[in-house]
């Protein structure tokens, strides 16, 4: 297969886009959604094809999303995803069953969080409780997810609502370390723009300085290897 785009037949009918860089998965994912989407399903190898299936196919109700599939770092896709296309439902297939990693992931938008490991008919009927306007997660793993303690993701998400799509792009230059300059020539608009949303994004995330924003945002969304680099 093509390293290019990854879709089936009839785009414009498409509903949903699986992302994940394995092959064998998509298709047993496919396999296992047809008689519930029964549309024509488009798949990305990486999160860079996703978001230009996204732009192409504005039609798009659903994305199930990988964590660790190349181009996302951590939960950064599945927040990208929330800012950039608010009225799509994203829908979080994951090998990584970390409580902590579930409860953060709802807290960013998902409107479920399904295990690897589930029988494929469980996730059917987790797309099917997504798609009829509820969230879901592994039901012998709800409470403890759902439990009610102190966790600062959830504050941090709160303030991540108030942040502009153009807000947010620039919130991920800042932690990749880039000045305003470069941010500026990366998303072509005047440096001057760039420093009006950097102080908007401070003011919002009620840090003091672009540094702790950047640092910030990558203890909050990166996983842990990635802090590290």
């Known amino acids: 297969m093509s390293d290019s785009l990854l879709v089936t037949d009839n785009l414009a009918m498409a509903r949903a886009i699986i992302a994940d860089d394995h092959p064998l998965f998509r298709a047993a994912l496919t396999q296992a959604l047809r008689d519930t989407l029964s549309d024509p ?106 439990a009610d303690e102190t966790d600062a993701s959830a504050d941090f998400a709160q303030r991540l609502e108030q942040l502009t799509p153009h807000q947010y792009r620039v919130l991920e230059c800042l932690a990749d370390g880039m000045l305003n300059k470069q941010i500026a020539y990366e998303l072509n608009v005047q440096e001057t723009t760039i420093k009006q949303h950097v102080s908007a994004i401070l003011r919002k995330l009620n840090v003091i300085n672009r540094t702790q924003a950047g640092v910030v945002f990558k203890q909050m969304l990166y996983s842990p290897d990635e802090q590290e680099h």
């Open 41 to 146: 399903i488009l798949e990305a190898a990486n999160f860079q094809q996703l978001l230009e299936l996204l732009a192409k196919n504005p039609q798009i109700e659903l994305v199930l999303l990988d964590l660790t599939m190349p181009g996302n770092r951590g939960l950064t896709g599945l927040v990208s995803l929330r800012h950039r296309y608010p009225e799509v439902l994203v829908v979080v297939v994951s090998a990584n069953e970390q409580v902590t990693v579930m409860r953060q992931a709802m807290n960013y938008g998902a409107s479920a969080y399904i295990p690897k490991s589930l029988p494929l008919v469980e996730l059917q009927q987790a797309v099917q409780v997504v798609l009829a306007g509820e969230t879901w997660l592994p039901e012998h793993l709800l409470a403890a997810v759902s």
